[in-house]
């Protein structure tokens, strides 16, 4: 993360500045790439203003907040930016869900055992409910995100990486199980 820190008609201080950056750094767990930060502090009579632009893979974001006190004025401003990445990522869940409602399954059909069958081969295991997938080309880490926004526990997918198609799972102690075929 890159930050640059500049005052008008203030002298911006180490305190101020480990303040700033620490409150970015909560940003910077949302974000793979680089990230850009300038932020802007002046000082007109008893007003200390803050102003704090965001850069990160494409996206611009903007706080800016006003008061008496300048680690008040901070806090708020970095609030802002993080009301303002929330917001754009549930946006981003809710364009994925859209889309998966909205999409003509490829014909891969998921057939899910009744447990109790299964379990203790009382009778005939039979089918219970069938589930349809879109199969479409995604990484592993994209998989697990689709499986954690759409509540999932398996996903199936082409991986991108080898073109195969690949059955994420996952396991109750919360980690994934990736099936890839070897062939």
């Known amino acids: 993360m890159q930050i640059t820190v500049t005052g008008k008609q203030i002298e911006v201080t180490r305190a101020i500045e480990n303040h700033i950056r620490e409150g970015l750094e909560k940003i910077n767990k ?13 000082v007109e009579k008893r007003l200390q ?3 704090v632009d965001l850069n990160a893979e494409g996206l611009h974001l903007h706080g800016a ?13 970095i609030s802002r930016i993080q009301t303002q990445l929330l917001r754009h990522k549930e946006k981003i869940r809710s364009r994925r869900r859209k889309v998966a409602e909205n999409t003509i399954p490829l014909g891969i059909k998921v057939d899910i055992l ?9 009778e005939e295991p039979h089918i219970v409910r069938t589930r349809n ?14 499986m954690d926004l759409l509540h999932q526990d ?3 997918f082409i991986n991108d990486a080898s073109n195969k198609l690949n059955v994420l799972c996952r396991r109750r102690d919360g980690n994934y199980d990736l099936v890839a075929p070897v062939i």
């Open 30 to 42: 949302f974000f793979d790439g680089s990230i850009q930060a300038n932020a802007v502090l002046t």
């Open 49 to 51: 203003s803050v102003e």
């Open 65 to 77: 907040s006003s008061s008496e006190d300048l680690y008040k004025s901070i806090d708020v401003a």
């Open 114 to 122: 009744r447990g109790e069958d299964v379990d203790y081969g009382t």
């Open 133 to 146: 997938y879109e199969v479409k080309p995604m990484s592993v880490d994209e998989a697990a995100m689709q």
């Open 154 to 156: 398996v996903m199936v």
